[in-house]
């Protein structure tokens, strides 16, 4: 059974801190870039960062760059997104993915919130 299971999420005030996580089970997660994405009320899901199968490379999103950095540990079947300077318009709900051609998984996704 295919599983990406999010963690970390939480209320933080603005310039703070949050990493988040993602355990994937059922597949070979090695083998799949992994990314983040967030959805904000009212909005599309967009891509926040993504990271090759065996984590050479890396791209952002704009508004994230320079604050956000993603990562992964293949032997721990995990993807990182460690999240600095949080602002308000960082808050959503973070999603997990993993794809490798026409195949894509998404996790359950969780809340990410910034405020005073």
């Known amino acids: 059974q295919v599983q990406l299971v999010e963690s970390g999420g939480g209320l933080v005030q603005p310039g703070g801190s949050l990493r988040l996580s993602c355990v994937a089970s059922?597949?070979?997660?090695?083998?799949?870039?992994a990314s983040w994405y967030r959805q904000a009320p009212g909005t599309e899901r967009e891509l926040v960062a993504s990271?090759?199968?065996?984590?050479?490379?890396?791209n952002y999103a704009g508004s994230v760059k320079g604050r956000f950095t993603i990562s992964r540990d293949n032997a721990k079947n995990t993807v990182y997104l460690q999240m600095n300077s949080l602002k308000p318009e960082d808050t959503a709900v973070y999603y997990c993915?993993?794809?490798?051609?026409?195949?894509?998984?998404w996790g359950q996704g969780t809340q990410v919130t910034v405020s005073s």
């Open positions: 990271i090759s199968s065996v984590g050479g490379y890396s």
């Open positions: 993915n993993s794809n490798l051609g026409t195949t894509s998984y």
């Open positions: 059922g597949f070979i997660f090695r083998l799949y870039v």
